[in-house]
Structures are given as C-alpha cells and as structure tokens.
C-alpha cells in the first residue's frame, strides 16, 4: 500500500466516526425536542385545567424564560472561568521579578495615599 491510500482511509475512518456521532447527536437532540413539545404541551393542560388558558401559558413561558437564564447564567460563568486564567510562571526568576514588580506598585500605591491624608 502506498502512503496515499494508507492516508486515505484512514481520514475515511475517521470522517466515518464524525458523521456516525453527529448523526447520533442529532438524532438525541431530535428526540430531546420532541419530548419537550410533548411535556409541555401535558404540563399546559394540567395547568389549564387549574389556573385558565392564559396563566397556563404564562406559567410555561416563566418556566422556560427561567430555564434560559440559568442557562445563559452558567455558560456566562463557564467561559469567565475558562478565560481568566493567572499566567503560569515558568521558572523561578520570573516569578521573582514578578513579585519585585508588584511590590514596586504597592508601595507606590501606599505612598501616593500617605501623601493624600497629610
């Protein structure tokens, strides 16, 4: 076999796996839809059977707007996490100039503060 074909299958081989998984995902994602249209839709008529047609729906819409929310909340906290991260020090001399450099601004930060008060 030449290096070619070996190359080739193997990207066949795993652009098998992508569409094979994508396809299963989209296939969980369509079920997932689908039985959210059908729990809403019983949790509709139990509450209209209590509460009216319009504060059914009202209900429904807050459960949904709240669901959002802390969805939009916890992807918003995820990527705050994720982004913010201290620069990794890689050896000891830069951590050494770094704590020098922050000592300097602190005493300059501490020094233009006692002048202020006298």
Same mark, same amino acid.
């Given at each position: 076999? @030449?290096?070619?074909? &070996?190359?080739?299958? +193997?990207?066949?081989?795993?652009?098998? @796996? &992508? /569409? @094979?998984?994508? /396809?299963? *995902?989209?296939?969980?994602?369509?079920?997932?839809? *689908?039985?959210?249209?059908?729990?809403?839709? +019983?949790?509709?008529?139990?509450?209209?059977?209590?509460?009216?047609?319009?504060?059914? %729906?009202?209900?429904?819409?807050?459960?949904? +707007?709240?669901?959002?929310?802390?969805?939009?909340?916890?992807?918003?906290?995820?990527?705050?996490?994720?982004? *913010?991260? +201290?620069? *990794?020090?890689?050896?000891? @001399?830069? $951590?050494?100039?770094?704590?020098?450099?922050?000592?300097? $601004? %602190?005493?300059?930060?501490?020094?233009?503060?006692?002048?202020?008060?006298?």
């Amino acid at each position: 076999m @030449r290096l070619e074909n &070996i190359a080739g299958l +193997a990207f066949d081989h795993i652009l098998g @796996r &992508i /569409l @094979r998984r994508a /396809l299963l *995902v989209l296939l969980i994602a369509g079920f997932a839809v *689908v039985a959210l249209y059908y729990f809403t839709a +019983a949790g509709s008529l139990s509450l209209e059977t209590h509460y009216g047609a319009l504060h059914a %729906l009202l209900i429904v819409g807050a459960v949904y +707007a709240a669901v959002a929310i802390a969805f939009a909340i916890w992807w918003a906290r995820l990527n705050k996490r994720a982004s *913010v991260s +201290a620069p *990794v020090l890689s050896n000891q @001399r830069d $951590m050494q100039i770094a704590m020098l450099v922050e000592a300097v $601004m %602190l005493g300059y930060a501490l020094a233009r503060k006692g002048s202020r008060i006298s």
